[in-house]
Each structure stands twice: as structure tokens, then as C-alpha cells.
């Protein structure tokens, strides 16, 4: 019976029909409901893993077993797993291998727009790169045949408008292959110079043998057109917009395995047409191949390196119509991100805003602490940067140890923080890091996490405990503060600035839009008393608003936190009758 599914979700249903046994990833948008959907299937065993590298090595671990075994991540997640990958690129398999990397042009939730095509490249892995739901599913199932096949793993790479778009599947049963008997082997897996000097022989002979592949393989296909004055060449999303846009007018070559790309096939699509325009978003990776192989083709010229393309932008480009638009008779007024009514971080921000620090952040929902009206961030690099990077500061700037924090989650600090705060310890910095455990991974939906107390399917498990975690590292000062307190934050903050050597504020309540979480419910503004100061604006809570001159909260939205009542000079907010 056929389906309609998201990417993600029929990726997913790849793994199951094809036997995956096996799933170790770390949550990360667009790519995070692959190993959220696979947890479904009872048949196979899922984890979250604290980052995208422990994720990597136990698929590699589960695979060396003798099962089918993937990992999934974003494209910044394999930058954290870019040091297995190149290794296992040398030592091959046993069972299949499978790793998904989603890409995320536009950068809708993201701090980059790396193309994850340079890695397969650079690892010298095949990559197969699906365009909708269907080839998502398939290219799956295809990724563990060809993963046996050529004694590889293989990069499976989404986008996000392919992860998080729906079409149509049709689902198949699974099918379980034998497992592979384990065969000690340490020329094979042991990567001491010796054994990794023959494997290195060993993957330039797979790549020749994937090239002849790539030449045939209905992967990359070419679809006849009306007209041979243009010829497109598309992968992902861009051969969707092309397909849409022009229909059979053109012929195109629809490339699905992107690594190693074809030759012969190539040059016989150029040789049919009399010109060559390839669509791709990013880097021009197919485009610079082209030319490799002596072709004059025209891409990044007339698409450009940034953003996401769309179905308007490449008819613009090729000279076919465009559909004209339609405006609102009204302007819209633009609405920037904030965080949630009664996010447990408000507090905390406000407090780092008002003492006029300098505020090392990190990855999460909490970068929104940012934004203005709370402005409490002065950088965000990576996952555990902030921790590190305070370090390095403060070394540097030692005058500035009581004017300079670290924030990072809870999540973010099992991902890899820790290791940053070992090195604070070791080399005895005095700096101030504060965790900010909300009790969930929250900037990717909700997802447990080492420190939550459950697994990823919801089961008790081992809790990690962070103030232990914290002083068994060599951190002396460790204390716990309520966000929703503002003057107990203000008072750890400038106590542990004060300090002489370094410290850990955990700043803990948990995420407002948790289902146990109870709220006391909304509070209200006593009009009356209302002087119109906007001092309960200063927070930045979507709840709030000025009308009339007056303060008003939208009790829809508000969950009775309280902290905007703790601002107010004249008491006019609190619990009333409505």
C-alpha cells in the first residue's frame, strides 16, 4: 500500500526493510527523525549517543559485529565525526554501513551552510543523495547492498526540504540478511601505518571500481528532452525545481550517486546537447567535476553559492517565465525568534544582560538569548565552544575573569563539554561556566539525553549526574539555582565571578513546553497600578505586550513563571481574577 511520507520517516523505512539491526545517532535538525522513526520498529535497537562521533564508531562497532548498523547526524554533526569517518573509509566493513548527513541550506536551523559533498569526496566514500521520499527509502535499502559490495561504509545525504517534505512510498516487507561472522583481522582494522599503507591501496581500488559503478548504475540516469539546445544537469531538490520548471523540455541528467560522479556518462550527456547549465545549491561540486573533465559548463555563475534554490529562481535563470507573485495589501512586521513563555532561561539571560557580561554561548534553543531585548550572548561557534573558548579568553584576558561566563545546555555539555571543562580544571582557569539543564534536548524537539534519565525510547536508564560530573572533573564550586529566581541568579553569578578559581552555575528547571511540567497558570497585570515603565518588557516574553500605554499579558500564552513579576517597580502583576 503506498504512503506518504517524510524523507526522514521513509529513510527510516529503509533501514527496516533493509535489515538495519542497529542505530546510534545524535539528534540534530534536519536529520533527527530518521533515528526517531527507526526507534518505532521493535526489530531494531536505537540510541541517542552523546555526540555524533561515539554515534560513528558504535555503528562501526555494531557493523564489525556482523549487523547492519547507521548513524545519522547533521552537517555540522559529521564535522564531530569527521575523525572516525576518514578511518573507516580505510578498514571498511563488515555488516553494512549506512550514515545519513542532512544538509541544511538556508540555514534554517543551523550556523552554517557546509555542503557534506566535500567529505565523501575528501573520505573518498560513496554518497548517494536521494531527491524525494521514494529515492530516500530505496537509496537506503541500496546504500547496505552497495556498503557489502565494496567493503565501505555510505554517506546518505539529505537536504531539508527532502528530509522534511512529504511524497509517496511503497513500503516493502524487511528483509533480514544472515549475519556476518566476525573474522579477527587486524591488517584490516587495526590502522597502524602498516596495515593503513595497504588500505590505502585498498580504497583507491574501490573508488575505480565505484567510477566504473557510477558509468551505469540507474542512480544517475539521463531523461530525454524536446529540445537539445540545453542539456541540465541536477541532484537533490535542484533536479525536482528543473523537472518542474521545464518538464521534458529539456534533457537532464539526474545524478544520485554523488560520489564519485561519472565520467563517460557525462561527457555523453554533453556531447546530445549544445549547451550544458548544471543546478545544484551550494558548491558547485558537479559543476567543478564538469570541468575537470574538460567540459564548458555554466552553474555558479548564474546560481550562486548561497541559500536554497527555488522553482522562480530557475526558470529566472534559464530565461523561461515565472509566475507572477501576488502582495499583501499590508506590510507584515517581521517577528525575530524568542524564547517560549516560561522558558527556564529567561531568567538566567536577563541576569548575565543586566550585570553587562561578556557571555560565551552555544548551541541550542538557548542562543536565542542573543536576540534582543536580552542581547546575553557575545559568541556561538560549535557544540562545547563555549566552554573552551572561555578558557582560552581568560587566559589571554585575565582582568576579565569576574566580567566573562560560558552558557551551554545540558545536552550540548554531555555532546562536548566536558572535555572543555577538564581542560578549564587542568590548567586552572578561573572561569565561571553555567549549564543550563532544562531536562531535555530541547532545540531538536524533546529528545532525552545522558543527563534526562531515559533512553531514547522512553525506557528508565542510567542518569548522569551533573554536579558529580562536574566536581569528579576537578571543579570545586558547584552550585544549583532556580532561573525563575532572579535575585538567587544574580547572587550565584556574582559570587562565583568573585571566586578565585573556576566554577559551574547549574541553572535548573525544566523546559516549559515539557507535557509533565505543570504550570501554576497565568498572571495578569493590574491595569491601575500599571505606571506604563515597559520594565517587564526588558525579558523579551512573547506573553507581553503594551496597549493603551499599559502592559498586558496574553493569558493563552503565559504559564505563571513570574519572573516579569519581579521586575515590576510597582507590583502590579500577580495572580488575579481575570
Known amino acids: 500500500m503506498k504512503k506518504l511520507m517524510l524523507g526522514n520517516e521513509a529513510a527510516a523505512r529503509g533501514l527496516y526493510e533493509a535489515g538495519c539491526s542497529f542505530v546510534s545517532s545524535y539528534p540534530g535538525t534536519p536529520s533527527t527523525e530518521i533515528t526517531e522513526e527507526a526507534a518505532k520498529y521493535p526489530e531494531i ?15 562501526f562497532g555494531a557493523s564489525l559485529s556482523g549487523v547492519r548498523s547507521f548513524c545519522g547526524m547533521k552537517h555540522v554533526g559529521l564535522n564531530v565525526a569527521a575523525d572516525p569517518l576518514f578511518t573507516i573509509a580505510y578498514t571498511g566493513v563488515n555488516a553494512g554501513m549506512l550514515i545519513a548527513v542532512a544538509d541544511d541550506p538556508g540555514m534554517h536551523s543551523s550556523q552554517n551552510e557546509q555542503d557534506s559533498r566535500h567529505y565523501a569526496i575528501a573520505a573518498k566514500l560513496p554518497m548517494l543523495e536521494p531527491a524525494d521520499s521514494a529515492e530516500a527509502l530505496a537509496f537506503a535499502k541500496l546504500g547496505y547492498e552497495l556498503s557489502e559490495q565494496f567493503d565501505t561504509p555510505v554517506l546518505l545525504k539529505l537536504c531539508t526540504r527532502v ?23 587486524p591488517m584490516k582494522y587495526v590502522m597502524m601505518p602498516a596495515g593503513a599503507k595497504a588500505r590505502h591501496i585498498a580504497v583507491e581500488k574501490r573508488m575505480e571500481a565505484l567510477r566504473e559503478y557510477a558509468e551505469t548504475t540507474p542512480l544517475n540516469r539521463i531523461e530525454p528532452g524536446l529540445e537539445f539546445s540545453l542539456g541540465l544537469i541536477a541532484d537533490s531538490t535542484s533536479y525536482q525545481y528543473v523537472k518542474e520548471v521545464c518538464g521534458d523540455r529539456y534533457p537532464v541528467l539526474k545524478l544520485g550517486l554523488i560520489n564519485p560522479l561519472p565520467d563517460k556518462l557525462i561527457r555523453d550527456f554533453a556531447d546530445g546537447v549544445d549547451k550544458v547549465i548544471v543546478v545544484e545549491e551550494l558548491d558547485g561540486v558537479i559543476e567543478e567535476h564538469c570541468r575537470a573533465l574538460g567540459l564548458d559548463v555554466t552553474g555558479k555563475e548564474l546560481f550562486g553559492p548561497l541559500g536554497e534554490l527555488s522553482q522562480n529562481l530557475v526558470a529566472e535563470k534559464l530565461g523561461l517565465p515565472v509566475p507572477a507573485g501576488r502582495a499583501l495589501d499590508e506590510k507584515i512586521p517581521p517577528r525575530p525568534p524568542v524564547m517560549c513563555a516560561g522558558c527556564p532561561h529567561r531568567g538566567l539571560f536577563y541576569t548575565l544582560h543586566k550585570l553587562k557580561l561578556t557571555v560565551f554561548g552555544d548551541i541550542g534553543c538557548y542562543t536565542l538569548g542573543a536576540t534582543a531585548p536580552l542581547s546575553a550572548m557575545d559568541t556561538t561557534i560549535c557544540m562545547g565552544a563555549s566552554v573552551s573558548g572561555i578558557h582560552g579568553y581568560l587566559k589571554a584576558y585575565p582582568e576579565r575573569a569576574d566580567k566573562t561566563v560560558a552558557v551551554i545546555g545540558d545536552s550540548t555539555f554531555m555532546h562536548s563539554g566536558i572535555t ?62 532556580d532561573p525563575y529566581d532572579l535575585a538567587a541568579c544574580e547572587t550565584a553569578v556574582k559570587e562565583e565571578l568573585a571566586a578565585p578559581e573556576s566554577s559551574v552555575i547549574i541553572s535548573r528547571r525544566p523546559c516549559a513546553l515539557l ?59 500577580g495572580k488575579k481574577e481575570v
Not at 528530509?163 to 583481522?185: N, T
Open 420 to 481: 572543555g571543562l577538564v581542560n578549564v580544571a587542568y590548567n586552572e582557569s578561573p572561569a565561571t561556566v553555567i549549564i543550563l539543564d532544562n531536562s531535555i534536548t530541547g532545540m531538536t524537539g524533546h529528545q532525552q539525553n545522558p543527563t534526562t534519565g531515559f533512553n531514547l525510547k522512553g525506557d528508565p536508564c542510567t542518569k548522569i549526574d551533573l554536579e558529580s560530573l562536574c566536581r569528579a572533573v576537578g571543579i570545586r564550586r558547584v552550585r544549583v539555582v
Open 515 to 573: 507535557k509533565y511540567v505543570k504550570h501554576p497558570g497565568p498572571i495578569a497585570v493590574d491595569a491601575e497600578k500599571c505606571v506604563g515603565c515597559k520594565s517587564c518588557m526588558r525579558i523579551g516574553c512573547p506573553s507581553i505586550s503594551i496597549r493603551e500605554g499599559k502592559a498586558v499579558i496574553d493569558a493563552t500564552q503565559c504559564t505563571g513563571c513570574g519572573v516579569c513579576a519581579q521586575l515590576c517597580p510597582v507590583s502590579a502583576i
Open 45 to 59: 535497537y536505537a540510541e541517542w549517543a552523546p555526540n555524533e562521533k561515539v554515534a560513528m564508531e558504535s555503528a
Open 163 to 185: 528530509a522534511h517534505s512529504q511524497s509517496v512510498v511503497e513500503p516493502a516487507e524487511r528483509v533480514l540478511p544472515e549475519r556476518k561472522p566476525y573474522q579477527k583481522d
